[in-house]
Nanobody, 118 residues
């Protein structure tokens, strides 16, 4: 099972990016949930947004209204649309799949760097 994250890059504050998390070796719907996490060097990783198999979404407060997580079952891919980006959104973004058996995010992609310039 692999999760491939892509779509990061350099953007000015106020700009937009769309991150993609493509699953291979397993249907994306076989995960109980898929989430985007981010990590700034020297800080703890934080969960930014998640979507469950049933389509329920959750966001951290700082992301509400600016970030949107969605899923394309046919493409086996989860997306994170990020609008009105701020310098504090700068981080490495990882997608992860939650195992039904363990209830943990056991499957991780390699990360994609998002840099927001002021």
């Amino acid at each position: 099972v692999q999760l491939q994250a892509s779509g990061g890059g350099l953007v000015q504050a106020g700009g937009s990016l769309t991150l993609s998390c493509a699953a291979s070796g397993r249907r994306i719907l076989e995960f109980y949930a898929v989430a985007w996490h981010r990590q700034v060097l020297g800080k703890q990783r934080e969960l930014v947004a998640s979507i469950t198999r049933a389509g329920r979404t959750r966001y951290i407060d700082s992301a509400k209204g600016r970030l949107s997580i969605s899923r394309d079952n046919a493409r086996n891919t989860v997306y994170l649309q990020m609008n009105n980006l701020k310098p504090e959104d700068t981080a490495v973004y990882y997608c992860a799949g939650k195992s039904i058996q363990s209830g943990e995010y056991a499957y991780w992609g390699q990360g994609t760097l998002v840099t927001v310039s002021s």
